[in-house]
T-cell receptor, first 111, second 116 residues
Framework: AQSVTQPDIHITVSEGASLELRCNYSYGATPYLFWYVQSPGQGLQLLLK??????LVQGIKGFEAEFKRSQSSFNLRKPSVHWSDAAEYFCAVVGDDKIIFGKGTRLHILP | GAVVSQHPSWVICKSGTSVKIECRSLDFQATTMFWYRQFPKQSLMLMATSNEGSKATYEQGVEKDKFLINHASLTLSTLTVTSAHPEDSSFYIC????????????FGPGTRLTVT
């Protein structure tokens, strides 16, 4: 069975600084991978997804993620964060027709 | 486009009563709807998958008699928590998809249920 780990519960970065949120998965084959963002009062929004092909995936709001098979990782990055990026971020894995979400990383932005 | 609403956004009910949560796809027809449960500071856990006109498929460990799911139309699914107890208090989230599978989900804003 697959599993997902987001090692960082909270991350704080200054506005304008770069960001990397970590996601590690466990699955025998290449899974389908997703990053979602959850803001208060709003539903989860898909930032990007990886199914196959180019391992560097571009998403919305300036986010990107890189699939690294050798490290079983799918880390989310943004070169320069904005105060509006403060939210909860979830990594998700689909494999064997099951979807598993990580526990989330809460992003705090310092002015 | 692809907006999903949930109603109510929060509800308080007494132990032993039942509560119904609605999930609507506002601008598209949803072949599949999903119901999740999210505990504080925890991840989303899939409870069940429903397809219009057919019985929901529940995940292992989810009591189908407690969490009744109805997907009566291509734009509406309901989750009824029957004989609610304080341990059922949680954040319930639905998602809808035009397709089968998890690959194109649009999420509702969630419903906070508190059972007293």
């Amino acid at each position: 069975a697959q599993s997902v780990t987001q090692p960082d519960i909270h991350i704080t970065v200054s506005e304008g600084a770069s960001l990397e949120l970590r996601c590690n998965y466990s699955y025998g084959a290449t899974p389908y991978l997703f990053w979602y963002v959850q803001s208060p009062g709003q539903g989860l929004q898909l930032l990007l997804k990886y199914f196959s092909g180019d391992t560097l995936v571009q998403g919305i709001k300036g986010f990107e993620a890189e699939f690294k098979r050798s490290q079983s990782s799918f880390n989310l990055r943004k070169p320069s964060v904005h105060w509006s990026d403060a939210a909860e971020y979830f990594c998700a894995v689909v494999g064997d027709d099951k979807i598993i979400f990580g526990k989330g990383t809460r992003l705090h932005i310092l002015p | 486009g692809a907006v999903v609403s949930q109603h109510p956004s929060w509800v308080i009910c007494k132990s032993g009563t039942s509560v119904k949560i609605e999930c609507r796809s506002l601008d598209f027809q949803a072949t599949t709807m999903f119901w999740y449960r999210q505990f504080p500071k925890q991840s989303l856990m899939l409870m069940a998958t429903s397809n219009e006109g057919s019985k929901a498929t529940y995940e292992q460990g989810v009591e189908k008699d407690k969490f009744l799911i109805n997907h009566a139309s291509l734009t509406l699914s309901t989750l009824t928590v029957t004989s609610a107890h304080p341990e059922d208090s949680s954040f319930y989230i639905c998602s809808a998809s035009r397709l089968a599978g998890y690959y194109e989900q649009y999420f509702g804003p969630g419903t906070r249920l508190t059972v007293t």
